[in-house]
């Protein structure tokens, strides 16, 4: 009996998954061929909720691409490999206060703050290196235009997925 409710819990938790997969796989499906550029599959990916480094993100590509790729993504592919890593609850967010951490270990003067310069140097020469694009995205939502620095206490409450 108790088998009977937990296989019910699951079939409802993948039936709800495979709904938001599918509408988020959607907004990207422009031709509307069940078909998404593969350059867009790490936003659908984020917009779910999972937060992939860019290693694990060319890994779920390589999972989900043709044989012989061809630049774009079936749904078909698409929508096992991502309803078991939804299930499986891979790909976390960070939690806040281990971003905190994070950021007070780059700020040993504890200003609560990074300048601009202090952030572009760590996000690039450090660790796995941000892109271009990536660090210019940062940026544009971390950096107040007005001190040309980073309050990273309000950027971590900003940034950080509610998972309720």
């Known amino acids: 009996m108790a088998d009977d409710r937990d296989r019910d819990g699951t079939e409802v938790a993948v039936a709800e998954f495979h709904k938001k997969i599918k509408e988020a796989f959607e907004v990207f499906d422009h031709e509307s061929n069940s078909t998404v550029d593969v350059r867009e599959v790490g936003t659908i990916i984020r917009s779910l909720g999972c937060c992939p480094s860019e290693g694990e993100l060319h890994d779920l590509i390589a999972e989900v691409e043709e044989e012989e790729p061809t630049g ?3 749904f078909e592919k698409f929508l096992p490999v ?3 890593v939804l299930l499986e609850r891979r790909y976390r967010p960070i939690p806040e206060d281990i971003l905190l951490r994070a950021f007070e270990v780059l700020d040993p003067a504890k200003r609560g703050f990074l300048t601009k310069g202090e952030l572009i140097k760590y996000m690039t020469e450090e660790g796995e290196p941000f892109s271009q694009e990536e660090m210019e995205e940062m940026l544009s939502a971390a ?5 040309n620095s980073i309050n990273y206490k309000d950027y971590i409450t900003m940034m950080v997925i509610d998972e309720n």
Do not use: C, G
């Not at 950096?143 to 001190?147: A, G």
């Open 82 to 84: 991502m309803t078991e």
């Open 72 to 74: 774009y993504i079936r």
């Open 143 to 147: 950096i107040d235009p007005e001190t």
